[in-house]
Each structure stands twice: as C-alpha cells, then as structure tokens.
C-alpha cells in the first residue's frame, strides 16, 4: 500500500479510535462523581458493593447537623468571599500595570505574581505559618484571608490581564477624544469592557479558595477552620458517607457556579479567559 | 491604529501606582514568608517554640535530612516519578479533548463537552479524592467488578498506580483548559493550506497542528508537572500512608514533631526542585523554540 | 499678521516626532485656514498618522507646535483639545447603544437630557440614519457604522475634525459613496478637516488642498490639480496618479520653451527659467495624455512630441486599454480610453506616441 493510502486509512481509523478515547475519557470523567452521588445515599455506614440495598438521606442529616462542618462552611464563605473580593481589586490593578506598561522586569514581575500556582502549597502554607506569627498575627480568620488572597491572587490576575491584552485601545482612545479624562474612560468604557475578565477571576479565585487544603491546613486552628479542612481531618479518621453527602453538596455548589458562568458570559468565552 | 506609537508612548509613563498594592502585599507577606522559612531552616530545633529566634545560624539541618542520608531523595525522586507519569499521561488525554472542543463545530457537542470539562474543573479536590477512594477502596466499585467478573480482588489503595489516577483525574481538566487556548491560536487557513496541498487530516494533525501549538503545550504541561509534584491530599488519601509524596513527607514531619526548622529544610530543597525544573525547562525549550521561528 | 491667525484654524510649527532612533515626522509645518479639506497623503511609514495623532494628542511631539484658532495645545491631554476624530475601525464603543454611543461626548460636556436628545437626533439625520438609536454597533452595516462614528465626533462641535483613514476597510462601492457624502457633510458644516489616507482617488476627489508625504517630511502640498498637473518630485508624480519617467539632458532652455534629449530623440517642454543647458531632467508624462498612432509616420497635429515604437503588451480594463509601448531604450505606457473594442492595437504593431508640450512635466533627475 502506498503511502497516500496509508494516510487515508489512519485518518479513517483515526477517527473512530479518537471518539472513543473521549468517550472512554468522559466515562472515567463522570463515573467517580456518579458513584460518589450513590453511595451518600447507601445507609450503610461502611464502603460496601453497590447496589446499595435502600435509600437514605441519614448522611445529608450528619453533615448539616455537625457544628464542626457547619462553623467550617461559614469560615470558608466568609474567608473565601472576602479574600476574592480584595483578590479581585489588586488583580485589576496589577494586570492594568502589567498590560499596559511596559518596563524592565515585567516579565519577571508577572513571574512573580504568578509564581504561587508553582510553588508548592504546603510549602507556602509552612511558610506563612512562621512568618504570621512572627509579625504578630495570630487571629486563624486574619491568617486564612492573606493567605487566600496569595493564592487566588495570580488567577484574577491572569483572566483580567487576557482580557486586557484583547481589547481594543481605539476605543479609549475615542472616549479620550471626545472629552472623557482617564479617570472616566476607565470607568466608562474600560471597566464594562473587562468585566468577562474580573468575573471569571473572581470565580476561579472564589473556587479556588474553597478548594484548598494544604495551605490552610497550618493556619486554621480549633475555632477557625475552612470546611474542606474539616472533612480533610474527618476523612483522616473515619470514612463513612458523611464525606459523601458533603460532597454531593459541594457539587451542587459547583453547578451554581456553572450556571453563573453561563448566564454572564457563556461558557466558551469563559474557558477562553480561564487558563 | 499604530501600536507601535502607544508602545513607545507607555514606556515613558509609570505603572507604579497600579502594581503598588498587590507588588506591596506580595512581597512583604509572600516573598517574606519565604525568605523567613529559609532563615528558619538555618536555625536549630528548640522545644517549646515554632519559630526560632537565636543567632546562631547553620547548615545543620540540611545536613541531617539530605545530607547523612537517602532517605528524603527517595521521597523527592517518587514524587518527580509519580507528578511525571501522571503529568505525562494527562496531557496525552487531555489534548484530544481539547482538540476537539476548539475545533467541533456542532455547538451541542461543543456545550456539553465544556459543561463536563468546566463542572470536573471545578469540583472540590475532596470530592475527587473520596470520589477515588470509594471507587479504588477494597470494597470498592472496581474491586466488585473484578470479582463479579471471577477475578480476585485487588489491592489498589497505597499504591503507586493508584496515586497517579487520583492525580490524572485532577489534572485532567486543568490540562485540557490550558490547551484550548494553543489549540485555537494555531491558525485554521493553515490547517486548511495544507490540506488544499494534499496532506491528509492525520498529517495535518502532526505536521501543522502539534507544532504550532508546542510553545503552549509545554507551558500547559509544566503548569500540570509543578501542581501533580506539590500534590498533598491525593497521595495522602490514596497512598494510605505508603505512597509518600513530599508534601505528605514535609507535613507530617512537622505534625509530629514541630520542628519548624526542620521541616523548613525539606521544604527549601522542595521548592527549590520544583522552581528549578518549572523555570529552567521553560527558558530551555523557549530558546530552542525561538531557533524555530515560534518566538 | 495677529488678524491672519483669527482665519486660520490649524497650525502646524515644525512638527517633528522621534521614536528612538527612528524620525516618523520631520518638521513639518502647514497652515489650514477655516473651512478646508486637507488630506495627509503617502505610503504606509510615511508619518501622516502620527502627525494626525500628534493633533489628536495621542502622541506627544518631541518638537514643534500644534496651534488651534491660535492656541497652542501642544501640550494638553486629548479630551482638553476639542478635536474630533473618526477612526480607522470606528473605535464604536460595543457596550452602548448608537444614542448612547452619539450622547457620549455631549454628556461629558453637562448637555442637559433635552438638548443632547435634540442633538443626537440632529446628528443621525446629518449623516442619513434617522431611527437608529437603540441599535447597538454589532447590528449595524460596516457603511452604518461609519456614519456613526462620524456623527459621535460631528455633534460636540469640534474646531477641527480628523479622519484617520477612516474608509479602508469599506469595499469599493460603497467606499466611492461614502467619499462624497463626508465631503457633502463636511461642506456643509463648514468644519476645518485633517483626513489621512493612503488612496489617491479619495484625496483627489475629497481635498481642497493635499499634502504628500514621504519618509516623514510634507514633500508637497497644493490643490489637487497642481499636484497633479505640476508634482515637484518623482515621487509625487508617480504617487498621485501615474508616470513615465525617462532622464534626459536638457539641450537647450529660453523663453519658448526647453528641448531635452531623451534616448536619442528630442521632447518640448513650456518655459522654466530654471534649468540651463546640460542640466540632467527626469521627463514626465501622464499615461493618459498620450495619444498612439498606427504606422511609422506622424500625423501633423498640433503635438510636437513624437517617438516611435513597438507595441509590446495590451491590457485591457474595461472603459481603458493601456498599452506599453517599447522605445528606443527606454519604455512608456499610454492609457487611452476604449471607445471600440475593435479598434485596439496589437502586440508588435510599430506605432507612434505623441503628446503636447504642455503635457510634459520636467522633474529634478531622481533623487525620489
């Protein structure tokens, strides 16, 4: 067989061979998750073989009914929210400054500010916790917030300066010229322009802090801990369904969140600003 | 519109003020935090304290975790290995999938695949981690089909294998979302030229597609290699304490024995790896890039 | 002189910009009285953009002034300076309705609600979209948003108006409409007006006055009948419109006229007290003020210049044949309208090129 034909039968295998990795991959994708929505309804209180032999909502009843879990929910939204919003604001200025100047070092700055989604996070968990307490900041509520504005910081960053990059200065310009001072051409027309940006930061950031574990691990203490540190230590001890029902929770929350997304800017714009 | 007039005009003005706040913020609260753990590291356990505070400093506790014995390589090695394979084998999946989102044109198909990609982002890295402790459990999902299939069971939990699905599934995602953008800036009448000179889709595939989307890829991949490295939760829970990654190692060190010092010595060698192959292989390929006509 | 500047509207004193090492504008300096169409006109490089932003005061000049009715604004910000600018991809602002798009500069200035309405409402008629206004940019035509842009910068009344060549990205048709309905606006409104562009049909059509530029400097500015009749430079007659350029030495250069020797024939030129014998000239005649006879004699008409030759390529357009006909050692290229088919000359054929002295442009021998 020549070679255009041997060209000509990998593309016509090819093709069915690649719908079925997606398809084996989008299996591997959802099957956890389906599992996982299963057994926090399974009554029994040890991990056995599926079909569970009834129904219950006994674990949904745990989790909401645990104070533990509960102070950790109203930490995490508390810490999450606030740490987004000052996130949010410096991202917009730093990106501005980084986007629309230019100077030695940038790159090295934009580095800079990026560099926590690199470093590993229980090292910068490790570090703050000595660095927190030697300036005298002992409060785990005030300790969580600067380390989860830290974290989230490179991801408002990096949507609002892709969003900037794209954007048109004509338009500036235009306001520029027809009498606007910058302060209101920001306003104005920059801002509104942005705005995909600044929301999809705010969602990973908001996301993202209630994601993590390692760094928060050595900041919470007993009265101030995030909730996915509390089923981090529950999981440590016990392994019943409660985690299940929290998490089937958690992805009603993420479904929200999908839902947001879609309704403000659609979901492809926004996995154009994401990474 | 000349760009090159507002480049040359934004070079004489200052940005300062923009960058102040967070520049501010991160070096005194990041940066210092940081700089005080390797100032730290060179201090001696006391006790009693977390933070220590005398004078003296020394190399002492280098020389204890990596300098008298293996021990620490081996835990460093495994997690190079294990973030690799996993690296390695996301990337391989995830860039079909992302293939396919820039490039389908029937929207339905394209909505539902970015639904499932962005909802698997998105969800808890909890949820994933129990989701794969359920499935890899000896009770678990894949044991019961195993043995309704005839065959034993099999122990998954506190292996390497194991670990490394727990990280494929997490950085499955995040790889596909950081290759849509290369994938959709590889220009499309380029695709379609060379099809016009007779290349067929495969080829069209390797010889155009893949290498002009290569600058992204690695970025996308070394982004994933520095997150599956620094894993913390997935090994702890689906390596059951004999799967040990260094974040694991670095915690449960100091949960033990609170020794702040110490602990900071792992923690230095750590990010110095970690730092040193993010960068380093970065600027590498970026200047044999350049060579190539892609800078 | 104080009593000049109360009619002259823009000024320009030496404007010079450097961008590193690079000179995008070399002094240049015009003076454009109240009411004018001026058009900045040369290749892409050659600065006339920069010098239109330099007006605007998005690009700060690294010397020289920019004086409006007067005043030096040299140095004020751009929304001090009361220009209006339309731009080159309309720089429509997505997010706002064409109203609010339109309203944007009144409201800046504290309109009230009423007049601003009035005004927007004005605008649209002037520029011929009446009931647009709860459109937004994205719905409208590349035409539609053209005018849009023209009425934002029209209705803050602006002392001057800037077109940054603002039809480029218009296809043809609609381009030659558009040329003459901003030149119909313009007149009326009566606004002096800077328009940069690089299309010499639209600078001939649009302008009272051109100015053309090359690698920074204005290397001529007049009506677009002298530049076309009278281009200083090589590369102002091959720029507007088309030449043929062949050097020669001037033989001799009286009050009757001047003989110059070109590839072994002798061409007649009107006066020019300013060329001597022996001077070498580039000779400069328009493709389509050439006339083209069959055979190998001349007829007797009133042309005195004649040159023999071979036809060598035939391209036909339509309403215009051009031929390119080989001389001696040189060639040139006659434009002659079509007026049958049937009648064109062929490849090979031995004819005679002929033009009047009148039609022959005498040119510094090329330095550009």
């Known amino acids: 067989m020549d070679r255009f034909h041997l060209y000509r039968m990998i593309d016509l295998l090819g093709r069915p061979i690649v719908l079925v990795v997606l398809l084996l991959t989008l299996f591997f994708l959802i099957l956890p998750i389906v599992i996982t929505i299963i057994i926090s309804f399974d009554p029994r209180s040890y991990l056995a073989y599926l079909p569970p032999p009834a129904l219950s909502v006994r674990w949904y009843e745990s989790f909401l009914r645990n104070p533990n879990f509960m102070q950790g929910l109203r930490t995490s939204v508390v810490v999450g929210g606030v740490s987004t919003l000052i996130s949010t604001v410096l991202g917009i200025f730093a990106s501005y400054g980084l986007v629309r100047y230019d100077f030695r070092g940038k790159e090295s700055l934009n580095n800079f500010f990026l560099s926590p989604l690199v470093v590993p996070s229980v090292v910068t968990g490790f570090a703050l916790l000595g660095f927190l307490s030697t300036v005298g900041i002992r409060g785990s509520l005030e300790r969580l917030m600067i380390a989860h504005v830290i974290i989230t910081l490179p991801y408002t960053i990096r949507t609002v300066s892709a969003t900037l990059t794209g954007f048109d200065r004509s338009l500036e310009e235009a306001a520029l010229n027809l009498g606007a001072t910058p302060v209101r051409t920001f306003l104005d027309v920059t801002l509104p322009m942005i705005k995909f940006g600044v929301v999809a930061g705010a969602v990973f950031a908001f996301a993202m802090s209630l994601d993590d574990v390692s760094v928060s691990i050595f900041l919470a203490d007993a009265f101030s801990s995030t909730l996915p540190v509390n089923l981090f230590a529950y999981m440590k001890s016990t392994f019943d369904p409660t985690v299940a029902a929290a998490s089937v929770l958690l992805m009603g929350f993420t479904v929200g969140i999908i839902i947001v997304i879609e309704k403000v800017m659609g979901l492809d714009k926004f996995v154009g600003i994401g990474v | ?295 | 002189m104080s009593d000049d500047k109360r009619y002259v509207d823009l000024e320009l004193v030496g404007l010079s910009k450097k961008f590193g090492s690079t000179l995008a504008v070399d002094d240049v300096s015009l003076t454009m009285p109240e009411g004018e169409f001026l058009t900045l006109i040369g290749p892409s490089g050659c600065g006339k953009t920069t010098t239109l932003r330099m007006i605007a005061g998005f690009v700060t000049p690294t010397s020289g002034e920019v004086r409006v009715k007067g005043e030096d604004i040299s140095g004020r910000p751009p929304y001090l300076r009361n220009t209006g600018m339309v731009f080159q991809n309309y720089a429509l602002f997505p997010h706002m309705t064409v109203y609010e798009n339109i309203a944007y500069g009144l409201k800046i200035r504290s309109y009230s609600e009423q007049t601003i309405r009035q005004n927007v409402r004005e605008a649209l008629d002037t520029v011929k979209l009446p009931g647009l206004e709860e459109r937004y940019p994205k719905q409208l035509s590349g035409g539609q948003q053209q005018r849009v842009a023209l009425a934002r910068a029209l209705v803050i009344q602006p002392a001057i108006l800037l077109f940054d060549e603002p039809l480029s990205n218009l296809d043809l048709k609609l381009r030659q409409q558009m040329r003459s309905e901003i030149k119909a606006i313009q007149r009326r409104v009566g606004i002096t007006t800077m328009y940069v562009t690089h299309d010499q049909g639209e600078a001939l059509v649009m302008s009272d006055r051109l100015a053309v530029m090359n690698k920074g400097r204005v290397v001529q500015v007049g009506s677009p009948t002298e530049v076309y009749e009278k281009p200083k430079t090589r590369f102002v007659a091959e720029f507007i419109g088309e030449a043929n350029y062949i050097e020669g030495t001037v033989l001799r250069s009286d009050s009757s006229g001047v003989e110059t020797k070109i590839d072994g024939q002798v061409v007649f030129a009107p006066p020019d007290t300013a060329l001597r014998e022996n001077e070498k000239v580039g000779v400069c005649v328009r493709p389509e003020r050439i006339q083209v006879y069959r055979g190998r004699e001349s007829p007797a008409t009133g042309e005195r210049n004649a040159l023999r030759g071979t036809v060598e390529e035939v391209v036909y357009v339509g309403s215009i044949v051009r031929y390119q006909v080989r001389l001696d050692r040189s060639k040139m290229v006659v434009d002659r309208m079509v007026a049958s088919v049937d009648n064109l000359c062929a490849v090979g054929e031995t004819v005679v090129v002929q033009w009047s002295d009148a039609n022959t442009i005498l040119l510094p021998a090329d330095t550009g």
């Open chain 2, 1 to 295: 519109m000349r760009d090159v007039d507002r480049d040359e005009e934004s070079k004489h003005r200052s940005p300062i003020l923009f960058l102040a706040p967070a520049f501010l913020i991160f070096v005194f609260f990041y940066a210092g935090a940081l700089i005080m753990l390797f100032v730290q590291s060179l201090q001696t356990y006391t006790p009693g304290r977390i933070v220590q505070v005398s004078q003296s400093f020394s190399f002492a506790n280098y020389i204890i975790y990596w300098g008298r014995n293996l021990v620490y390589y081996g835990f460093l090695w495994d997690s190079l290995r294990i973030g690799g394979i996993a690296t390695v084998i996301s990337v391989l999946i995830a860039y079909p999938l992302a293939h396919k989102i820039s490039r389908t044109e029937r929207a339905l198909v394209k909505k539902t695949l970015l639904t499932v990609l962005v909802a698997t982002f998105f969800i808890n890295s909890i949820v994933k981690v129990y989701s794969w402790v359920i499935m890899q459990g000896d009770a678990g999902l894949i044991n019961e089909i195993l043995t309704a299939l005839g065959y034993s069971k099999v122990r998954f939990l506190g292996t390497d294998e194991a670990v490394i699905i727990g990280l494929i599934y997490f950085l499955f995602p995040i790889a596909t979302m950081a290759l849509i953008g290369p994938i959709k800036n590889v220009d499309s009448t380029l695709e379609q030229a060379a099809g016009n000179l007779g290349a067929t889709n495969t080829q069209v595939f390797f010889d155009v597609t893949l290498p002009l989307s290569m600058p992204g890829t690695i970025a996308a991949t070394l982004l994933c290699y520095a997150l599956a490295v620094s894993a913390f939760i997935i090994p702890m829970f689906l390596g059951s304490g004999i799967v040990l990654m260094m974040s694991n190692i670095i915690f449960s060190r100091y949960s033990e024995s609170f020794n702040y010092p110490g602990g900071a010595a792992l923690a230095m060698v750590f990010l110095a790896t970690i730092l040193f192959i993010a960068f380093g292989i970065n600027r590498l390929l970026t200047k044999r890039l350049k060579g190539f006509g892609y800078g």
